[in-house]
């Protein structure tokens, strides 16, 4: 079974600083994508970064990147610039086929 | 254009009723999904559904059940309704195993 762990239920980081949100997950397979999701006060969940299991480049989209470690089964969401706007649950979810798993989330809060 | 989009968003009820939950997509994915999300934000799966095959969730009471008339919709249909049903449902839809998920913007279902 896929299992995704989310070890931070909290995170806070001061506004224009830089935080990261940690991501395990376990699979036997070499096949699959890794995402994180943003879900604000709003509750739409929103696509925040995807990354292809066999690409080793990490994906970067603007202020948001990752640290894929395929090896460590790790897959960490950076945030840089942060600004009041990223303030929100962020869902680490892995895909295997048409089957995607979430983990329970971390609560970011943005300082001013 | 909504890519995926539920009805109601909000819906209070009281325990022993029927209610549904439409979903409708227009993104031409083949495989849609129902979570559910808890008071405490974790995310579970209930179904996948395509054209071929329904996967459901071993722990989904059978008072549960999807209905699709066609692709582009999957219905959830919930009988005898119990307290223990409050949550945020979302439908979701992807495309074959290469894309990430979209999400409808949630029913909040309350059953008083």
């Not at chain 1, 995704?4 to 699979?27: F, G, I, K, W």
């Not at chain 1, 089964?73 to 929100?88: C, E, N, T, V």
């Amino acid at each position: 079974a896929q299992t995704v762990t989310q070890s931070q239920p909290e995170m806070s980081v001061q506004e224009a600083e830089t935080v990261t949100l940690s991501c395990t997950y376990d699979t036997s397979e070499s096949d699959y994508y890794l995402f994180w999701y943003k879900q604000p006060p709003s509750r739409q969940m929103i696509l925040v970064i995807r990354q292809e299991a066999y690409k080793q480049q990490n994906a970067t989209e603007n202020r948001f990147s990752v640290n894929f470690q395929k090896a460590a089964k790790s897959f960490s969401l950076k945030i840089s610039d942060s600004q009041l706007g990223d303030a929100a649950m962020y869902f680490c979810a892995y895909r295997r086929r048409n089957q995607f798993y979430f983990g329970t989330g971390t609560s970011l809060t943005v300082i001013p | 254009d909504t890519a995926v989009s539920q009805t109601p968003k909000y819906l209070v009820t009281q325990m022993g009723n029927d209610k549904s939950i439409k979903c409708e997509q227009n993104l031409g994915h083949d495989t849609m999904y129902w979570y559910k999300q808890d008071s405490k934000k974790f995310l579970k799966i209930m179904f996948s559904y395509n054209n071929k095959e329904l996967i459901i969730n071993e722990t989904v009471p059978n008072r549960f059940s999807p209905k699709s008339p066609d692709k582009a919709h999957l219905n959830l249909h919930i009988n005898s309704l119990e307290l223990g049903d409050s949550a945020v449902y979302f439908c979701a839809s992807s495309r074959g195993d290469v894309t990430e998920a979209f999400f409808g913007q949630g029913t909040r279902l309350t059953v008083v």
